[in-house]
């Protein structure tokens, strides 16, 4: 793992985890409340099974992986009940990570990089509106990216390497922040500079609050 060791010119920040709360348990339960006691063996932070891929690279809309569920479960859940606890897992993003993001665009060419569904898109674009006053990610960054929208998503090179040329980055002055380390892994293997950010740290910590310098891992 990369550390940073010079002055970043820009910070790309992944979504859940580090700018939304997530809880994989509550939708580990929730599908088990509808019956799926095996959810955890399909979806997880550091695996999932082909149906997630496909949903998150946008191949698969919200019906079909309803229908698929249904499918794998052998029940007649609601598509509503699906969705609520496909959603579960989504919380909020707090107002000092979001003052942390406003402040350090003045200094940093900020980027936002998600492996994301359309499902859950919906419900955290709704948050951003009416909490936090933006109609759109891409006017809280540069530039927003969400997998679902690209096609493609973390840790495969190609979704580094497209954000990296669209916006003529410096890799070796950009700075990826994540909490799945395998994507950290993937964004090093393409030379950009990485932080982990581990269990119970918080992005605000990684920044000097006075001077939003990247401060020492």
Not at 11 to 33: C, P, S
Not at 51 to 77: N, P, Y
Not at 135 to 150: G, H, P, V
Request: glycine share 6%; charged share 25%.
């Amino acid at each position: 793992m990369q550390a940073a060791t010079r002055e970043m010119k820009a910070v790309i920040f992944d979504f859940g985890g580090v700018i939304l709360n997530i809880d994989y348990k509550r939708t580990e339960e929730a599908f088990m409340r509808l019956g799926i006691e095996n959810f955890v063996s399909l979806y997880s932070q550091a695996m999932q099974i082909s149906l997630f891929d496909r949903l998150e690279k946008g191949l698969t809309d919200a019906a079909a992986f309803c229908d698929a569920i249904r499918q794998m479960s052998g029940s007649a859940i609601p598509d509503q009940d699906l969705t609520n606890a496909w959603n579960a897992l989504l919380g909020d993003m707090p107002p000092g990570r979001i003052a942390l993001l406003k402040k350090l665009k003045t200094r940093y060419r900020t980027f936002l990089l998600s492996n994301t569904n359309a499902i859950h898109y919906e419900v955290y674009l709704e948050e951003l509106r009416n909490i936090h006053g933006f109609n759109d990610f891409n006017e809280l960054f540069e530039r927003a990216y969400f997998s679902f929208q690209m096609g493609m998503k973390k840790p495969d090179a190609k979704i580094f390497q497209r954000v990296i040329a669209e916006n003529t980055l410096d890799p070796a002055t950009t700075l990826f922040i994540d909490d799945s380390i395998q994507h950290i892994r993937g964004a090093a293997a393409c030379g950009l500079q990485t932080r982990f950010l581990a269990p119970g740290t918080e992005v605000t910590d990684l920044f000097c609050p006075d001077t939003l310098a990247i401060l020492p891992a």
